[in-house]
T-cell receptor
Framework: DVKVTQSSRYLVKRTGEKVFLECVQD?????MFWYRQDPGLGLRLIYF???????EKGDIPEGYSVSREKKERFSLILESASTNQTSMYLC????????????FGSGTRLTVV | KQEVTQIPAALSVPEGENLVLNCSFT??????LQWFRQDPGKGLTSLLL?????REQTSGRLNASLDKSSGRSTLYIAASQPGDSATYLC??????????FGQGTELSVKP
């Protein structure tokens, strides 16, 4: 069964900490994405990547960066965590072919205190 | 700018009822449309994927339709069960691979 695995289900971090959220997929997909989900705002795209070492800003990239050193792994980095980054973070992957859909991970609930 | 709207925002039905969830999008230039299910505190599970050239897709008790020209999709759930209670999200795939989501419909099926 194909999978997108997010390393943590729940995280609690302190304001100002550097936070790493990890995502690994085993489907050899080129495309990977990071979304955050908030009540009333829905899912918003933070960053995405079409290939190793490539990255593109999504709709809300401020305060975040990403790293994709290997095809299967896409990391989201909060350089200096703030309370307004408390959210559910969702990683997804897809093949580049437009005929395929997305596969999502189980999410990471991040709380910044 | 593509916008995706889902109506209603919440729906409560008795067990056994057939129901329809609606999704509309403003720009018909989509590659495909995907319906997801999300349980509380969990990730998204893909239910159905409809290509832009297709009219409908079926999986078990679920049937999704797509009318690209009018910017509409529906998800039909037959003989609803309490286990169907979840939030249902539709999303359209744009050129470049980005996925734009609706706000979701929160479904509650009462025993």
């Amino acid at each position: 069964d194909v999978k997108v695995t997010q390393s943590s289900r729940y995280l609690v971090k302190r304001t100002g900490e550097k936070v790493f959220l990890e995502c690994v997929q085993d489907m050899d997909h080129e495309n990977m994405f990071w979304y955050r989900q908030d009540p009333g705002l829905g899912l918003r795209l933070i960053y995405f990547s079409y290939d190793v070492k490539m990255k593109e800003k999504g709709d809300i990239p401020e305060g975040y960066s990403v790293s994709r050193e290997k095809k299967e792994r896409f990391s989201l980095i909060l350089e200096s965590a703030s309370t307004n980054q408390t959210s559910m973070y969702l990683c997804a992957s897809s093949p580049p072919d437009r005929y395929y859909g997305y596969t999502f991970g189980s999410g990471t609930r991040l709380t910044v205190v | 700018k593509q916008e995706v709207t889902q109506i209603p925002a919440a729906l409560s039905v008795p067990e056994g009822e057939n129901l329809v969830l609606n999704c509309s999008f403003t720009d018909s230039a989509i590659y495909n449309l995907q319906w997801f299910r999300q349980d509380p505190g969990k990730g998204l599970t893909s239910l159905l994927l409809i290509q832009s050239s297709q009219r409908e897709q079926t999986s078990g008790r679920l049937n999704a339709s797509l009318d690209k020209s009018s910017g509409r999709s529906t998800l039909y759930i037959a003989a609803s069960q309490p286990g169907d209670s979840a939030t249902y999200l539709c999303a359209v795939r744009l050129q470049g691979g980005k996925l734009i989501f609706g706000q979701g419909t929160e479904l509650s099926v009462k025993p």
